[in-house]
């Protein structure tokens, strides 16, 4: 950006907040400019890393030769657990149980056994399939149905819910169902690999710079796995591409293993696996099996509800507890339960340990919500619409979550009505049924699922954040924060919050890479609490300085404090107005400090685990999708025909970067639950581990007409950033709307009479297979 | 005719610089030379297989005299394929005057972009779409972008970005327009109708200079790689990490080339893109146009050649089974030795194809159908675009007073070869073409075929699409008006 003059008369300055502004790097990200990882230039020597992966599903060691891959050409070390100098080990919650490299046993197929470190990426990549490990094998358990959460092996202690007797109201109710609901799990598919490449420095530092979500933990992780306090692991990020909740845990690893040599040879290291390898070797969303029992009532309201939420997590727990705990909290959705019980059931399996995803188990645990939804509404005989509203929280009863927390925002009513009347959703109800009833090979389903999304981080320490901010005697601000990019646009909203506060035009404010140098302690970028979090920490490092320009004024003009206003780019002081820029160079020639560190906690929230009540969130954000698709019934396969969204994400900090969380979320939501599939042979091997395998959507998998808005009218109850709301996962569970309308349009083969129980991710094979089920029952 | 001595070094364009290059490996791929050698970087590898689009780069060149520029995936382009073409990259679209390219601009100003990885791919592909259609349908966007994966937008800012491009500025103000007679003269120069031979032992490529000259390299060296598109030979290198020394290139063969129509047959040479077949398939036989838009995405299509498909045996090839049901003919050439057989006794078995040592399919005759006959294909996949066949049943009937007089049916994904559904065929012919024919027939496919279970779909799945789109077929020469597809079309 060249520099340019301020406008010392404007109304406005450019690039403030609840305004439309481009993504920060956008103008880099389409000429290439953009620099990830991969593209930096490397130290002069820099090697390549690439990680052996085991070749069973569960087994012992029993002998490892690796002297083929030490002889072959450019390798110039390879590690085994052996090497690690510190402990072996990286799991984010401390549980202990996850090896940087497999010590003695394997635990899933695709699990890091050594690391070969060579001239080449090719060269390590090679070398990598010369090692011979021989293996003592051992029985697996790959898949969750059938276990059980009291006698079956937990990775984490898991969690109850319960809020009034639900077995009692369950028996008393005058209808009872009881069933199972399944749905896959989901590969981020990030773009841009998991990669890390570091460089070591003098005293025995080392920088890493990794693509990840939570430079500190990597800090933590590394320094771990070194041996060395964290003073001594510098962590920089400047952007990723792509993120989704996979670079939250999932780069500890490469991280750890590129330091780690980095530190033995003393070169640079850089490892980036294959997609192959990424896939096959790194977490995912996690997979639940859903038990349900639900009592009602014959008008369709629930009075009773109890859940088991089994999950595929993996050989570890990673952060499965937070995942499997999330799953509960969601279990209501957007729902009154007025008696329920709800149990998580973290299952170990010899799989891949699953991780944080878009959503972090709400998603999954709305699932549950929405099938005992669709449930009652077929035993009824109503439309699922009817049943969604019936049931709803209230505003001022019918309120308390089965966490014990009151509904103080609930904006859901107004969400819903407005997208039933702007998607017309009765005329095409009266349509489609029409349609369904001329048309022998194609059916139309309609559907309107609802989503409210807890915002906070669930473990209450994590919702706090630190940014630094210098303004430099020339008026340009440095902005620096905990936070990391990846894509939503974080960088540019704290960017908008600190123009706003200082009342300077955006292209003033610098922004710059996250690093563990600049802001310590920082949590992930997670849990949609990106902006919320750091706009309010960038807000309180500029208020600091901001107060100290005051006094400063007031003193040397003086004038009363009351009489000094930020105005675009100029401060009125009394009564005349002094550029923003000069205010600075006379701030700095009188010795007022001009940089500090910003911090924010959010207020306001608690929870107790042990008793499950507390109030672990400090908002909820709402939503509503409608989704209409038509179907094939001779081959299962389908067409999104069109979907209408109306989301809030509160008084919006940026409009259009939030409409491209909307967008880009319900998509992915839409993928999660379609053509999305994970799927393993019976030796325990992932077989869907590249995208010519793994499907996620295409731009032809839009919807042919897809009306998306945000609730203009909607702010935060919160006192929240210029009362925004979080964005980046509540609108992935809009997908939703997809799944239920595959549901409605299968169950028209049998008149709505029976319910198809259609399990994701809803393949053309799944809705094919429901629709069979279907005909030879009806 | 090799007219000059061999020649070792290629020679190519890339931007606005000369190259030739004489250390250069057969299993070298583009993207490894733009960001290894080069360092220009703004070319992602996101899969290294061809499949998510982000290494999209243009490749210029010259065919039957016009300068051709087409989107293909640098991830498994092999460097040493790339003799006498012009490679466009990311980094040569902005101005001299750092004022971005209209493509650029519109995706900035409709926030096409959010973590960027993917962007400088779609930025690619927009780019070739827009140079060939300025004003394009969103039909034709998405098919430009069938082979450009983004995770973060979900494509709707993207496609409001396509649909502006031409606000921005137009296509006869491109640079790449301006400088075209001059490109044209410089890869004019290149063709020097010599043989390229480079490297030795595991290092060893050859390009042949026509396909004669291709006969006479395969029968000196039958045990070679014979690489057309790279769609698929591509991933033994970038996955398997295989050797694949010595490679015969044959991409740029253009008398491998020809697309022409004889007495109602078409013929396709070996080196046919599908972008090229695009056009006279999908006019004089619609059916398989609609199934070559949803083979691969368009960089795909524009590398992977229909003689490929065929010469690589796979029993998941999408185009066996439509030109095994339409009667197709193969030419297999062993020197200047040629035999022709039937297209369905190519395929023997699993990995086993009745091609000797030394012979290369040379061309694939295509009869195209007669009026008053029926031709279907369909192709199911977990995805509907770029993705890999679960099914693909293909139809060609032929109805006489209501009679079956003739009936080929064949199948792709149901067995380890593409196959005839012939105890189908037995039980539709000579019986009247209805519902209850077709009802009693179903049953035969069990004779024909036992179905795997894999990632992609189960054997019973398999198995019933297989029975229902013979009911779809028929449902479709019933000539209702009722739908019986799902349709992209608004």
New interface residues.
């Given amino acids: 950006m060249t520099a340019h003059q301020p406008d010392l008369k404007a109304t406005r300055i450019a690039g403030g907040v609840h305004t439309d502004q ?2 920060d ?12 990882i ?2 930096m230039p490397e130290p002069r020597g820099t090697l390549h890393g690439c990680l052996g992966l085991s070749t069973v599903t569960h087994g012992r060691i029993v002998n490892i030769d690796l002297s083929a891959v030490r002889a072959a050409p450019g390798v110039v070390d390879v590690l085994t657990s052996a090497d690690v100098p510190g402990v072996n080990d990286i799991s984010p919650t401390g549980r202990n149980d996850e090896p940087v490299l497999a010590d003695g046993l394997v635990q899933f197929y695709g699990q890091p056994i050594f690391c070969v470190i060579a001239e080449t990426r ?1 060269q390590a ?2 070398a990598c ?1 010369l090692a011979k490990v021989e293996y003592e094998e051992l029985p697996f358990v790959l898949d969750i149905a059938g276990l059980d959460v009291a006698k079956d092996r937990l990775v984490t202690p898991n969690l109850t819910l319960v809020r009034g007797d639900a077995a009692a109201a369950i028996a008393k109710a005058p209808r009872r169902i009881k069933g199972q609901v399944r749905h896959g799990g989901q590969d ?6 998991q990669i890390s490449m570091a460089v070591p420095g003098e005293d025995g530092d080392v920088t890493v710079y990794c693509s990840t979500q939570h430079p500190s933990e990597v800090q933590h992780m590394v320094g771990h796995a070194l041996g060395v306090p964290s003073h001594a692991v510098t962590v920089e990020v400047r ?6 909740g996979g670079k939250e845990t999932q780069g500890n690893q490469f991280a750890a293993l590129a330091a780690i040599a980095a530190k033995r040879i003393g070169r640079a290291v850089k490892i980036r696996p ?3 390898d990424d896939m096959t070797a790194t977490g995912k969303r996690h997979d639940f099996l859903i038990d349900y029992e639900v009592g009602f009532d014959d008008e369709g309201n629930i009075l009773g509800v109890e859940y088991t939420y089994g999950a595929r997590c993996g050989f570890s727990s990673d952060l499965s507890g937070p995942v499997t705990d999330r799953a509960l909290f969601h279990c209501d959705n957007a729902y009154f339960y007025p008696a329920v019980k709800a149990v998580s059931a973290p299952f170990y399996t010899n799989t891949v340990s699953n991780t944080a995803f878009r959503g972090f188990g709400g998603p999954q645990g709305m699932i549950g919500a929405e099938r005992v939804i669709d449930e009652v509404a077929f035993a009824t005989g109503k439309d699922p619409l009817e049943i969604r509203r019936k049931n709803f929280y209230g505003t001022t009863d019918r309120n308390v979550t089965p966490y014990h927390q009151t509904v103080e925002d609930n904006i859901i009513h107004r969400i819903f009505d407005e997208l039933e009347q702007s998607a017309d959703y009765a005329g095409r109800r009266r349509e489609i049924n029409a349609f369904n009833n ?5 059916k139309r389903g309609l559907a309107l699922t609802p989503v409210k999304f807890g915002i906070s981080f669930t473990a209450t320490h994590y919702n706090q954040a630190g940014a630094l901010v210098h303004v430099y005697t020339d008026g340009s601000v440095h902005l620096n924060h905990g936070g990391t990019e ?4 974080l960088n540019t909203k704290v960017a908008q919050v600190v123009a706003e506060e200082f009342q300077i035009d955006i292209d003033r404010v610098k922004i710059t890479a996250t690093t563990t140098g600049k802001v310590p302690n920082t949590s992930a970028t997670a849990a949609s609490s990106g902006a919320d979090l750091n706009g309010m920490a960038a807000q309180n490092g500029a208020r600091q300085i901001k107060t100290r320009l005051i006094e400063f004024a007031a003193d040397k003009y003086n004038v009363e404090k009351d009489q000094i206003e930020f105005l675009p780019n100029r401060v009125r002081v009394g009564n005349q107005e002094i550029p923003f820029t000069e205010l600075i160079a006379q701030a700095y020639l009188a010795r007022v400090q001009l940089s500090a560190a910003g911090f924010y906690k959010t207020p306001k929230i608690h929870w107790d685990r042990s008793k499950g009540q507390g109030r672990p969130f400090y908002y909820f954000a709402y939503g509503a999708a409608c989704a209409e698709v ?3 019934v ?6 999104v025909e069109r979907v209408d969204i109306l989301h809030e994400t509160g008084r919006s900090l940026n409009p ?2 939030d ?2 969380q909307v ?6 939501g839409m993928g999660w639950l379609t ?1 999305e ?1 994970l ?1 393993w ?1 019976e030796k325990g091997r992932l ?2 581990h ?4 793994y ?8 919807p ?3 009306n ?1 808005k945000l609730a203009s009218w909607a702010e935060n109850a919160e006192n929240t950033v210029h009362k925004s709301k979080a964005v980046g996962e509540p609108p992935f569970m809009l997908g939703m709307a997809v799944y239920h309308a595959l549901t409605d349009a299968v169950a028209s083969v049998a008149d709505h009479k029976i319910h198809p129980q259609l399990d994701a991710p809803a ?3 799944r809705v ?2 429901a629709i ?1 089920k279907l005909k030879a029952a009806r | 005719m090799a007219k000059a001595l061999p020649r070792s070094e290629i020679r190519f364009l890339l931007n606005n610089e000369r190259v030739a290059l004489s250390d250069v490996s057969p299993d070298e791929t583009l993207l ?1 030379y733009l ?1 290894l050698r080069r360092n220009l ?9 061809g ?2 689009g ?1 290494c999209t780069v243009l490749v210029g060149r010259l065919l039957a005299g016009r300068l051709v520029y087409e989107s293909v995936n640098a991830c498994i382009r092999f460097l040493g394929s790339l003799d006498a073409t012009h490679v466009v ?3 040569h ?2 101005g001299a005057d750092g004022k ?1 390219h209209p ?3 519109a ?3 409709f ?10 791919g779609f ?1 690619m592909s927009l780019y070739a779409l827009w140079m060939r259609e300025p004003n394009p349908s969103d039909a034709e ?3 430009a ?2 082979g ?12 409001r970005s396509a649909r502006a491009i031409s606000g921005y500025g137009k296509v006869s103000n491109d640079p790449l327009l301006g400088e075209r007679n001059a490109v044209i003269g410089q890869l004019t120069a290149m063709r020097d109708g010599a043989r390229v031979e480079i490297g030795a032992g595991k290092h060893r490529f050859i390009v042949p200079a026509t396909a004669d000259d291709f006969a006479r390299v395969l029968e000196a060296e039958p045990n070679a790689t014979v690489v057309a598109g790279s769609t698929d030979v591509g991933l033994w290198v ?2 398997h ?1 295989r050797d694949i020394s010595p490679v015969v290139f044959i991409g740029g063969i253009e008398d491998l080339k020809s697309v022409a129509e004889t007495d109602g047959v078409i013929t396709l040479g070996a080196g046919v893109t599908y972008t090229e077949a695009f056009d006279v398939l999908a006019n004089r036989i619609p059916a398989l146009g609609s199934l070559i838009d949803r083979i691969g995405g368009q960089q795909v299509r524009n590398m992977g050649t229909i003689g490929g498909n065929i010469a690589n045996g796979s029993p998941i090839g999408d185009t066996p089974p439509p030109l095994i049901a339409l009667g197709a003919t193969l030419t297999l050439r062993r020197g200047d030795s040629r035999r022709t057989i039937a297209l369905e006794d190519y395929f023997i078995a699993y990995g086993k194809q009745d091609r000797a040592p030394g012979e290369f399919v040379e061309a694939v005759h295509v009869p195209v159908p007669k009026e008053g006959t029926h031709f279907a294909v ?1 192709k ?1 996949s ?7 066949t ?1 099914t693909l049943g293909a139809f060609y009937l032929e109805v006489s007073n209501g009679t079956v007089t003739s009936i080929r049916i064949a199948y792709g994904g149901m067995a380890a070869t593409p196959k005839r559904a012939r105890s189908v065929e037995a039980a539709l012919l000579g019986k009247s073409w209805n519902e209850a024919t077709i009802e009693a027939a179903l049953d035969a496919f069990a004779a024909d075929f036992s179905p795997l279970t ?5 054997a ?2 398999r198995a ?2 297989a029975r ?2 013979l ?2 077929f028929h ?1 479709e020469t019933t000539g209702t008006k ?7 079309a ?1």
């Avoid at chain 1, 967008?663 to 992915?668: H, L």
């Avoid at chain 2, 977990?382 to 890999?388: F, G, L, M, Y």
């Avoid at chain 2, 894999?454 to 189960?458: L, N, V």
């Fill in positions: 481009k993504h790097s956008a103008h880099k990200h389409v000429t290439g400019e953009a620099i990830y991969d593209d090719e990549r090679r399939k981020h598919f990030y773009l841009e690999g952007r990723m591409g792509g993120g989704f294959d997609r192959d001329n048309s022998r090979f194609i990846m894509g939503q646009g038509s179907v094939d001779l081959t299962g396969e389908y067409m259009a970067l409409l491209g967008e880009g979320a319900f998509i992915q053509t599939e799927w042979d077989r869907t590249a995208p010519s395998t499907k996620i959507p295409l731009a032809s998998d839009r042919k007409i897809f998306v393949t053309p094979e094919l297979m069979e | 490894d960001r970087r703004g070319t992602k590898e996101g899969c290294a297989e499949d998510c982000a990259t990311v980094e679209l902005k971005l493509v650029q601009q995706m900035v100003d926030h096409g972009s959010q973590c960027g990885f993917c962007t400088p930025v966007i998405e098919k972008l069938q450009n994966l983004c995770r973060c937008t979900g494509y709707e800012a993207i496609v970038t996955k990490m369909y199911i977990k995805r509907r675009d770029e993705d890999i679960s894999d990632m992609r779909a189960t019973e799945y019933l699409a229902n789109l009911v779809r449902a009722a739908p019986i597809q799902i349709s992209r608004a």
